[in-house]
């Protein structure tokens, strides 16, 4: 058995190599964890799918307009690559306004919602054009369309077109252009012709 003398332990030595093995062990993980990391980012399956599914405006307007007798703006055809993503109707709310509502989606995710209210009063009108502030826009349809925009500080969608006609009123919020909206405009007033 042989016996280290003192000259021959380094306790300085033995600290710097558990430091540097530290620092080792270190490394080593971060480089294990991100490799996990990666082949998990890799191998896992993602649905890139639109989870939002296309709605039949038509047939509940069908279903809408029998019940209530009343003509909704449903058109029968839209636009290249739009698609409707909402319909509903409401007969019944606490102010007595009937209100349908359809939203569709375009090829470039931009938006354009359309509201038709039946029996509508000032005080709801009002509440509906709340915060926008009319502009002017050259239209060549002949229904009396009004043009709005989002007041200062009001967050909305940039256009809200108005259309209110015996006793209705329609309107379209949208993130769409201006001649996208005027497509729309036309097929509502192709709708209310019927």
């Known amino acids: 058995m042989s016996l280290q003398t003192e000259s021959q332990y380094d306790p300085d030595s033995a600290a710097k190599h558990r430091a540097k093995q530290t620092v080792i062990n270190l490394a080593l993980s971060l480089v294990a964890t991100l490799g996990i990391v990666l082949v998990t980012v890799l191998v896992v399956p993602r649905d890139d799918s639109n ?3 296309p709605v039949d405006y038509v047939a509940a307007a069908t279903a809408a307009e029998d019940s209530s007798k009343l003509n909704l703006a449903a058109p029968s055809t839209l636009p290249e690559g739009w698609w409707a993503n909402q319909a509903k109707w409401s007969q019944s709310s606490a102010d007595g306004v009937k209100v349908w509502k359809v939203g569709f989606v375009g090829p470039q995710n931009q938006y354009v919602g359309i509201t038709q209210a039946f029996d509508v009063n000032p005080t709801w009108v009002a509440m509906q054009l709340s915060g926008f502030e009319k502009y002017v826009y050259t239209y060549g349809g002949d229904e009396g369309w009004q043009f709005y925009q989002p007041g200062k500080n009001t ?9 209110e006609k015996d006793g209705m009123f329609i309107s379209m919020n949208s993130t769409a252009r201006p001649l996208e909206l005027q497509e729309f405009a036309k097929l509502i007033e192709q709708e209310l012709a019927k």
């Open 155 to 163: 967050d909305a969608d940039p256009y809200l077109w108005v259309l």
């Open 51 to 53: 989870r939002i599914k």
